[in-house]
């Protein structure tokens, strides 16, 4: 965001459209598997999020975080819709019948809502990394992928920034606030390294997809930047086992699957 | 003798113009406007809970982002009319804490459990169509800033009452159980949704005085019978049944008769007596108290940043 | 004299007024208010709030406590000078009917 004279806040950037575009385009199997780490990831956030509306600790906050996550479900649809392309599947075909172990989300995304530090804490990972993400897909060679990413970039960029400025609130406000901070950091952080885990995937997707070790020195620069500022000693990254793009998950994904699926599991073949 | 402010605040509603934040006003007027506006945000607050409890569970990535669209939406209507209410003297805290205190009021309707997921679409269609038919004439609202807070709520709401209807159309459209569960969710919706324009006009003391000055602009008897009046045909077009034995076209009056309300019940879940008053309550003071060291920790970091600057200048 | 409205102690978070530019080349219009913290959060709530529906490329916010209100009960004083004075605006000038380009 710019600022002109005159406290003039230009928004143009951030101006959202109804859905990102659907360009007509069939997946290979490769790039249909990477579509999912991405849209998977989008949608499991997006369920975590939706939580909060009615829970967030001010209204004001009930109505940011949801468009956080309507932004992500967005996101998810479009990349679920693209997988599905590869074999006749459509976006609820694959979010709402696939097992557990067929999710590609990374274990980061599916970590507990927790208090609102934990959840801070995990969207800042989150959206960090998304935004390196998009900003390197808009340039990839699958054309699908890359108009989604030009969309999703701009939005991701806002993400960050709702979570960077309550990461210094939640830092720098009371000792109570600083405590409940540190304590989601103990939680979360392990779990960061599984953002950025190549697998033999990658190397099959050269030009067309973003390679995740590639994103974390800029990952790291932002996060350093933060801890200089606020003097939070972020823990060690990589110390949880990982593996969500292999389908290895915590044992919170599944809780979090059962419920968003009971219903459509209950009427196979129905139409919402 | 009536005062020259009194005789200038009775001009301004003789002549159906608009009162602003610092004109004179009775003080009867800003009671009942600050009861009103407050209530009527409580009830968007508490009317965020039974749909928010379905929002993890909607059944297909399309109905999930209408409706967490729909709840952030309410959260937005919330916070317009406490706003409005602001503009006469009470803080948002205030207010907001009356509500967590069980102190305040708000529509009963919110009070009625969402059961299946056809409740979403009889909340959209029955509930909002309500909410729609009561919040329309409070568009000209003689208190400026309310009327200005309707305008804007009733301009996003338009998409609500529609989504829930398609909601139940797809479902009318579906398998057996679908169908059954739409017809079950109308059902149970149904005479809440008419009980929401409130008592019949003979029990509604407060009405006359709301009316005389252009807070209200219809009675409730007549807001319902245009309600009930809408939706004979939307049912007619859904193919669900309005759970209403005396409910037929009167060729007289040139409107829908329809029978006796449940106003026991009405006056028991308005009094606390709910089926789910307890849970709302429980969940918005949870929400609030769960909160509050978050919103402290922004508060505390305002005020260092501040004094930074000051010693910065 | 301050607004009515503007918080006081008595509030956790104050109030803030919001005005959005609905497009390029309009002005800025009020569009309600808010509660935020700080400015940052102010103008990132009011983006949130009044902005889901491409209502806007621009805001402002400023605390509600800054803003001072002409006094109604001077209305008089305020807003009587104008009346009897349409010599301001062009439609007094009715001689010149018929001729082009005035």
Not at chain 1, 161 to 179: I, K, N, P, Q, Y
Not at chain 2, 240 to 268: A, I, K, M, S
Request: net charge negative; aromatic share 10%.
């Amino acid at each position: 965001m710019t600022t002109f004279d005159h406290g003039d806040i230009q928004l143009d950037e951030l101006a959202l459209d109804d859905e990102i575009v659907r360009r007509a385009g069939v997946a290979t199997a490769d790039v249909a598997e990477y579509a999912l780490w991405l849209g998977d990831d989008a949608l499991v956030l997006a369920q975590q999020l939706g939580w909060w509306i009615s829970r967030a600790p001010e209204l004001e906050e009930d109505i940011a975080l949801g468009n956080i996550a309507l932004d992500l479900l967005g996101h998810a649809r479009s990349l679920l819709s693209y997988a599905g392309s590869a074999s006749g599947r459509t976006e609820d075909d694959l979010a709402y019948w696939r097992g557990e172990r067929d999710f590609r989300s990374s274990q980061l995304v599916e970590q507990p809502n927790g208090d609102y530090a934990h959840t801070i804490v995990r969207q800042l990972a989150a959206a960090v990394s998304m935004y390196e993400l998009y900003s390197r897909l808009q340039s990839s060679g699958d054309a699908t992928l890359a108009a989604i990413a030009a969309k999703a970039v701009k939005e991701v960029a806002y993400h960050r920034e709702h979570c960077v400025e309550w990461f210094r609130r939640l830092a720098l406000g009371t000792d109570e606030s600083r405590r409940r901070l540190e304590i989601a950091l103990d939680h979360v952080w392990p779990y960061v390294g599984d953002l950025f885990r190549d697998e033999p995937l990658i190397d099959r997707l050269e030009g067309i997809a973003v390679r995740p070790s590639s994103l974390r020195p800029a990952f790291d620069a932002v996060i350093d930047a933060l801890a200089a500022e606020t003097g939070i000693v972020f823990p060690a990254a990589d110390t949880a086992r990982g593996g969500g793009r292999r389908g290895w998950h915590t044992e919170y994904l599944s809780l979090l699957l059962a419920e968003m699926q009971v219903l459509a599991r209950e009427h196979p073949g129905a139409t919402w | 003798m009536p005062t020259l402010e009194e005789q200038r605040f009775d001009e301004l509603i003789a002549a159906d113009a608009r009162v602003e934040p610092r004109d004179w006003m009775p003080e009867g007027y800003r009671k009942t406007l600050v009861r009103q506006i407050s209530q009527h945000a409580h009830s968007e607050i508490i009317g965020m809970q039974p749909e928010a409890n379905w929002i993890s569970r909607a059944p297909s990535l399309k109905r999930k982002a209408i409706l967490m669209a729909k709840v952030q939406d309410e959260a937005g209507h919330g916070l317009y009319l406490y706003s409005a209410a602001q503009t006469l003297g009470t803080p948002r805290d205030e207010m907001f804490q009356a509500l967590v205190d069980g102190t305040a009021k708000y529509s009963s309707i919110f009070n009625y459990p969402t059961l299946t997921w056809a409740d979403m679409g009889a909340i959209g269609w029955l509930v909002d169509g309500a909410a729609i038919c009561n919040q329309v004439p409070l568009c000209r609202a003689s208190y400026g800033p309310y009327g200005r807070a309707m305008v804007r709520i009733c301009k996003e709401e338009s998409f609500h009452q529609r989504q829930g209807f398609e909601i139940l159309l797809e479902l009318m459209n579906g398998t057996d159980a679908q169908k059954a569960m739409a017809q079950d969710a109308v059902d149970r919706w149904y005479a809440p949704s008419l009980m929401m324009f409130g008592p019949p006009d003979g029990d509604s003391p407060n009405s006359q005085q709301s009316m005389a000055w252009n807070i209200k602009r219809f009675s409730n008897d007549d807001l319902r019978q245009r309600f009930v009046d809408m939706l004979v045909p939307q049912a007619e077009a859904l193919g669900v049944t309005l759970p209403d034995p005396d409910l037929r076209f009167n060729e007289q009056t040139g409107h829908y008769d329809y029978g006796q309300l449940d106003w026991d019940e009405f006056h028991e879940v308005l009094a606390g007596r709910g089926p789910c008053n307890g849970q709302r309550l429980a969940h918005r003071r949870k929400a609030f108290e769960d909160g509050a060291w978050v919103r402290e920790a922004a508060a505390a970091y305002a005020r260092t940043q501040a004094q930074l600057e000051k010693v910065a200048s | 004299m301050t607004t009515p409205g503007a918080a006081d102690d008595r509030e956790e978070w104050p109030m803030w007024e919001v005005f959005v530019r609905a497009n390029r080349g309009l002005s800025h219009v009020h569009a309600g208010s808010l509660h935020a913290p700080d400015a940052t959060m102010a103008v990132k709530n009011a983006r949130d709030l009044y902005t889901r529906r491409n209502e806007g490329v621009s805001i402002w916010v400023v605390p509600a406590e800054f803003i001072t209100t002409s006094d109604p009960d001077a209305k008089g004083a305020y807003f009587e000078s104008p009346a009897g004075k349409n010599y301001r605006h062009a439609s007094y000038y009715t001689k010149s009917e018929g001729v082009k380009h005035l």
